[in-house]
């Protein structure tokens, strides 16, 4: 039996057996649909990144690694870990199913009543918090870098806090902007909100080459950078919203039922949904403790960990979370787990080789895109350690990004809660251990190995929920994979000069090795995938007893 939902452009059956043979019928185009807006999501990340390393290259030439990045990474970090946290962690996760939900089952007149009161309560919690942000930086700056507040750093400090009260209103924007993009993506335009994040970079580039040399202290032209790109970003969504006929008229609306939803949703995924970002705030305030250079250090290995989590884990994210959520709200139970079980395979053929390559060519990369005379030979030493620790965890990172939708789709956040805070007390508990010995790297290490307790933590439970069931031909997959990277893995270490020999060399002569090495690893990987019998439609949406 079929039944035409209002928004919905094709008809969608009204069981979950229908759903299932009617997901089966068709595996080809959901694969291909899916496949279309991973690559288009993928793309714009791809583009956006590219963008941040020319950020971050431009930074590292024009401040290096010192006293005043490291206040400006931290006046940058505290509203960049609470966008996070709220705009695309928790408040995403919570609205888009909800509005998903009200686009199938719902009529225009009551999903634009949403979106208007949403915007309303949204914007008047996020100015209060905004406004508070601004008049507490010097307390939130201590509460962020406490070894500065003990070792008296009160030149940092005070720089620290005077560019967070230019940077904290970035929240307010952001947030707003993540509102936008959440609409857009829940009707299947990713490209605008994938697009966005490349603006952030044009400007912070921008502020560095041709504002910071009009400043007395050139460094705060960052922080102006954040608070323009924050505008630019929000602006730039709002006619594609008029496209589709979702600008909101805002309209606090505490007592809609649907906002009351999204905020019973968005109090235990405020915490559950950005682990991993807490996880690295509390290593920034660990590494205030240590040698000055530190937080750059892990700032750098960050931002390079961060390139393929970006292009593989937050892309399959933002795709799968509406997917399931319609699959869910269709009660498609089959539908939901093979959707699932596609962005699992998705990560295990792409992450694992992105990891072992971070891990392998750590030290060319920082000394490719950073070295300069005041990023120098011991900086890239150092910020090589904590990327190589940060590698380790690349593939439990991807796998919460694809995890974590499966609850939140079907509106359950209280389950990564719980699991949330055991991997956070026990990220805590190996920074203790690891600190010491490793220093700022041992906080990586200890970052990562708290992704893959989160991860298989996440998995256990979707299992036990029976919200996921593994579809055929893992143990095949699992093979080619492995054996593929293996071969990559061997070619790329020995094809490899010694840093010594990288950080000695001309710059253009650094780029043109690592362009080589990464074409050489990823031409091994996937020639071997393919000797080994891996082809296109083992990337497609399986059924029940599909595949081998």
């Not at 080809?28 to 990144?49: F, Q």
């Not at 904590?386 to 593939?395: K, P, V």
Request: proline residues 5%.
């Amino acid at each position: 039996m079929w039944t035409r939902v209002p928004g919905v452009k094709s008809r969608v059956p009204t069981d979950s057996s229908a759903a299932w043979h009617y997901n089966r019928r068709f595996p080809e185009d959901l694969t291909l649909s899916l496949l279309k807006s991973l690559s288009t999501v993928g793309g714009y990340t791809l583009v956006s990144r590219v963008l941040g390393f020319v950020r971050d290259l431009v930074l590292a030439q024009v401040f290096g690694a010192s006293a005043e990045t490291d206040a400006f990474f931290v006046a940058f970090k505290i509203p960049n870990f609470l966008r996070r946290l709220f705009a695309e962690g928790a408040f995403a996760t919570a609205f888009v199913p909800v509005l998903t939900e009200y686009r199938t089952q719902r009529d225009f007149r009551e999903l634009k009543d949403f979106v208007d009161h949403i915007a309303g309560s949204l914007g008047l919690v996020l100015l209060v918090v905004s406004l508070i942000g601004v008049v507490a930086a010097p307390v939130l700056v201590s509460l962020f870098a406490l070894g500065w507040v003990m070792d008296a750093e009160t030149e940092k400090l005070a720089l620290a806090a005077e560019m967070l009260r230019l940077t904290f209103p970035y929240l307010f924007f952001i947030s707003l902007t993540a509102f936008a993009g959440g609409i857009l993506n829940a009707h299947d335009r990713f490209a605008i909100p994938a697009f966005t994040p490349v603006l952030l970079n044009l400007c912070l580039i921008s502020a560095a080459l041709w504002l910071a040399p009009m400043m007395e202290q050139g460094v705060v032209a960052l922080a102006w950078g954040v608070l323009i790109a924050g505008v630019t970003q929000f602006t730039f969504q709002i006619p594609f919203l008029a496209r589709i006929r979702l600008l909101p008229h805002p309209r606090p609306g505490f007592h809609d039922p649907g906002v009351r939803r999204v905020l019973r949703l968005m109090i235990p995924a405020l915490f559950a949904v950005s682990v991993t970002q807490i996880n690295l705030m509390l290593d920034t305030m660990l590494a205030s403790f240590l040698t000055t250079g530190s937080i750059s250090w892990l700032y750098y290995s960050d931002r390079l960990m961060e390139f393929p989590l970006g292009i593989l884990g937050v892309a399959l994210a933002t795709v799968i979370l509406p997917r399931l959520s319609r699959r869910q709200a269709e009660a498609a139970p089959e539908a939901f787990s093979h959707t699932l079980d596609w962005g699992l395979r998705m990560t295990f053929i792409f992450g694992i080789p992105a990891a072992l390559g971070l891990a392998l060519l750590a030290g060319p990369m920082i000394a490719t895109l950073f070295q300069s005379g005041v990023f120098d030979a011991h900086d890239v030493a150092m910020a090589e350690r904590s990327l190589m620790a940060y590698s380790l965890g690349l593939q439990a990172f991807i796998l919460i990004k694809v995890l974590a939708p499966g609850f939140y789709a079907r509106q359950d956040t209280r389950t990564p809660v719980r699991i949330g805070v055991i991997a956070m007390l026990a990220n805590m508990l190996m920074n203790l251990v690891l600190i010491f010995p490793l220093q700022h790297a041992g906080l990586a290490l200890a970052t990562s190995l708290s992704a893959y307790l989160n991860a298989y933590l996440l998995l256990r439970n979707l299992r036990r929920d029976k919200a996921y069931m593994p579809a055929a031909g893992w143990p095949r997959l699992a093979l080619q994979v492995g054996v593929a990277a293996l071969v990559m893995a061997a070619l790329t270490a020995w094809a490899s000069p010694s840093l010594f020999e990288w950080v000695q060399s001309a710059r253009w002569d650094r780029v043109l090795w690592l362009m080589g090495l990464i074409t050489l690893a990823a031409t091994a990987y996937f020639t071997v995938l393919l000797a080994l019998g891996l082809r296109p439609r083992d990337l497609q949406i399986r059924g029940p007893g599909e595949g081998g």
